[in-house]
């Protein structure tokens, strides 16, 4: 078996949610590219982990699944905030922090 | 390198016993009144006078009593150690007192003259404010003064310059109220900065050279060091010299200094202070005996301000300024005696006692009149006083004779003794020497002679309402009392106990002078060209009215001389202007160069900042793509590095 077909699956999710991210402007989108960005790498890690008959990617992609959990329910909060002050969940909107 | 103790004093230098263990008191004693008067502020109102007067006069009273056990003193010099002053690697100056026979006749003029002073203050400050300060001030002034010709090396001289220094810019803007007083203190104290640098540095090239500063160790070795080295301590001395006794070029400050109150102009600006550049020149004696050039400058300083002095004392109306003219003047005699070397050292320091008592005298005799005409100094409006001022006509009067060198009383004597000193070079120097000190004794005569013709005689001229009166007794008494100075002092020094036997251990015996004019020749000659001076002053002055106000149209001689030959014009054209462009120019390149460059530098970095601060947009999409841009390059980099 290659590795070849689970890093270039991994690749194009990344790419797809890098690219997701940076383009589109729905917050709740955004996050979700993130996750998929995540996940991606997630995906990387238990190639990996297979490949060399040893659990510790399996364990980092745990950690990062807690973490995702965590950031989902920080950011989540933060999009609905926004959205109930805002009215709109655009990230280009939320743009007060600045120079 | 060798170090070479600070502290070497000869042998014949006694250390000082008994009473003369005790001649700190004489700088004590007016250093307490000082204190005490400006530190118990107006508590001592009602007696500071008194406790300022008895400060000195008890100075006085011991110095007499000094002078006497010294001169039961084998070689009549005595060291008196007292404490070590700086010590601080190899400089270690020890302070000390050398009472030897300069210092003593020195100690005897401040402190006999400060005294009659003191007690004609009394009188001349009685309605003034201020009285107490003054007088703190003036014993601050003697102390100063008796520390400058006491010290045994020159650091302390150099303690008590500063002192005296401060003392006469403290009297002469006495009056601070009035602007006139305070830029004369102002010009007098920078005038005088100019020559104590001079001082200062010649000390310095004194440590450099000898490793030490004691007149013992600089004097004793003078002759060890390279004549050009010597010149320049010469020549240094004598900048401090000229800044303190307002020699040309430094002369301008002195006739300003009047300002100040008459008590002060007769003890700081006529009789002591201004001398101390005589005594400077004649206590460094060893030094001027190995440098011609030196002395040479001295002579030549001497004789162009005993001109200017006496040329500037014909023109002026302001009675005090008339004086103070007259006494740059004579101090130019002094220095041009001590410039001539052993011949005339005796004979400058002679002229130099006298001169302090008839000075003193006439300055208190001025005081006298201002004090009877409103404060008025103005002599177009005196004449005619004689009269109603009995005594202080008779005690100006013989200042005046004193001063003109009227044959047997002061000035005779010990201006003579330097003409014939200037003569007996008997060389092309010395007859000119000779001719410009006759011609300064025909001046002074006739410059004294109008003064005393518009003050004293003559119709009154009175302002409305000025009731001239005789002062009280504690101003006339010592103006009898230096009034008889002027009439003895000067056979006391020359013929009945010569100040040259007194001074023989400062200066060496004197050798018998070969002269070259018989001195009957050379008396008679400036008796006729002074009584010539007494006879121009009554053609030109006494003879006619004298006008209210100084006439407009004079001749260009009378013009520079009132300007005082355009001395102020030179010293703001050739110093003051230059200086100004320099500070602008300073001004200009700070605020432009070094404040440019620092301000500029800051504004770069806040400029910058906040060009950099636009990055911030606040747009999430941005910051995210900059991550996104720098991890590419970090990945890239890393690439990179491992696979080539």
């Not at chain 2, 002395?295 to 009675?319: E, N």
Request: hydrophobic content about 55%.
């Amino acid at each position: 078996m290659t590795l070849t077909y689970y890093l270039v699956l991994a690749a194009i999710l990344f790419t797809i949610g890098a690219v997701g991210v940076l383009v589109r402007r729905n917050a709740i989108v955004v996050f979700m590219c993130v996750e998929l960005m995540l996940n991606a790498v997630n995906l990387t890690l238990i190639t990996f982990a297979r490949s060399t008959g040893t659990v510790d990617g399996q364990i980092i992609a745990l950690f990062v699944m807690v973490v995702a959990a965590a950031e989902v329910v920080i950011g989540l909060a933060i999009i609905m905030s926004i959205y109930r002050t805002r009215r709109s969940a655009s990230v280009d909107d939320a743009n007060l922090l600045k120079y | 390198m060798e170090t070479i103790s600070a502290e070497v004093l000869p042998s014949e230098v006694l250390p000082a016993e008994g009473l003369l263990g005790l001649s700190w008191l004489l700088i004590a004693l007016p250093l307490a009144g000082a204190a005490v008067l400006l530190l118990g502020g107006r508590r001592t109102d009602r007696w500071g006078h008194l406790l300022g007067t008895a400060t000195v006069v008890g100075a006085f009273l011991l110095a007499v009593l000094c002078t006497f056990s010294l001169a039961d003193v084998e070689g009549r010099s005595v060291d008196v150690d007292l404490f070590t002053f700086i010590s601080t690697g190899e400089l270690d100056v020890r302070a000390g007192l050398l009472y030897d026979p300069l210092s003593a006749v020195f100690v005897l003029l401040i402190t006999g003259v400060g005294s009659l002073i003191h007690v004609y203050s009394i009188g001349y400050m009685a309605h003034d404010p201020a009285r107490r300060r003054f007088f703190a001030y003036l014993n601050l002034f003697v102390a100063a003064m008796l520390l400058l010709v006491l010290g045994n090396s020159f650091v302390a001289l150099y303690v008590g310059w500063e002192g005296v220094g401060l003392a006469s810019y403290l009297l002469i803007a006495f009056w601070y109220t009035r602007p006139a007083a305070a830029t004369a203190a102002k010009k007098a104290f920078i005038m005088n900065r100019v020559g104590d640098v001079g001082l200062a540095l010649a000390i310095f090239i004194m440590f450099a050279q000898l490793g030490t500063t004691s007149y013992a160790g600089v004097l004793g070795s003078a002759g060890t060091l390279a004549g050009g080295t010597l010149t320049a301590i010469g020549l240094l001395l004598l900048l401090g010299a000229c800044g303190k006794s307002g020699q040309f070029p430094l002369q301008a400050w002195l006739p300003d200094a009047m300002e100040g109150p008459t008590p002060v102009s007769a003890l700081i600006h006529a009789a002591t202070m201004v001398t101390a550049g005589v005594y400077l020149i004649a206590r460094s004696a060893p030094i001027y005996d190995e440098t011609p050039t030196a002395r040479t400058v001295v002579l030549a300083v001497g004789a162009i301000t005993l001109l200017i002095g006496a040329i500037a004392g014909c023109a002026f109306d302001d009675i005090k300024k008339v004086l103070a003219y007259s006494t740059v003047s004579q101090i130019g005699y002094m220095f041009l005696a001590v410039g001539l070397g052993p011949a005339g050292y005796v004979a400058g320091l002679a002229h130099l006692l006298t001169h302090g008592f008839f000075k003193a005298g006439l300055f208190l005799g001025a005081g006298s009149v201002m004090h009877a005409m409103d404060d008025s100094v103005d002599m177009r409006r005196f004449g005619g006083l004689w009269r109603k001022l009995p005594i202080t006509f008779a005690t100006f009067g013989l200042g005046y004779l004193a001063l003109i060198g009227f044959p047997f009383l002061s000035g005779f004597y010990t201006k003579d003794a330097i003409i014939e000193a200037a003569l007996d070079r008997d060389d092309a120097w010395g007859w000119v020497l000779g001719g410009v000190a006759v011609l300064g004794a025909g001046l002074t005569a006739f410059y004294m002679t109008r003064l005393m013709l518009m003050t004293f005689f003559g119709r009154a001229r009175w302002e409305d309402g000025v009731h001239p009166h005789e002062s009280p007794t504690v101003m006339t008494a010592p103006m009898v009392v230096l009034s008889l100075g002027s009439i003895g002092a000067g056979f006391l020094l020359v013929q009945a106990f010569p100040l040259a036997d007194w001074l023989e251990p400062v200066f060496g015996e004197e050798a018998e002078a070969a002269h070259v004019v018989a001195p009957l020749t050379v008396g008679l000659v400036v008796t006729g060209v002074m009584l010539l001076g007494v006879l121009a002053a009554w053609l030109f002055v006494g003879r006619r009215e004298v006008p209210v106000t100084a006439p407009v149209r004079v001749s260009p001689v009378t013009r520079a001389a009132r300007n005082a030959l355009y001395a102020d014009t030179i010293n703001e054209s050739l110093v003051m202007r230059p200086g100004q462009w320099l500070t602008r120019a300073l001004v200009w390149v700070d605020n432009r160069g070094v404040d440019g460059a620092v301000n500029g530098l800051a504004a770069g970095l806040g400029g910058s900042s906040s060009r950099l601060g636009r990055t911030q947009t606040g747009f999430v999409r941005s910051y995210a793509l900059g991550m996104l841009g720098g991890a590419v390059l970090v990945a890239g980099a890393l690439l990179a590095v491992t696979s080539g």
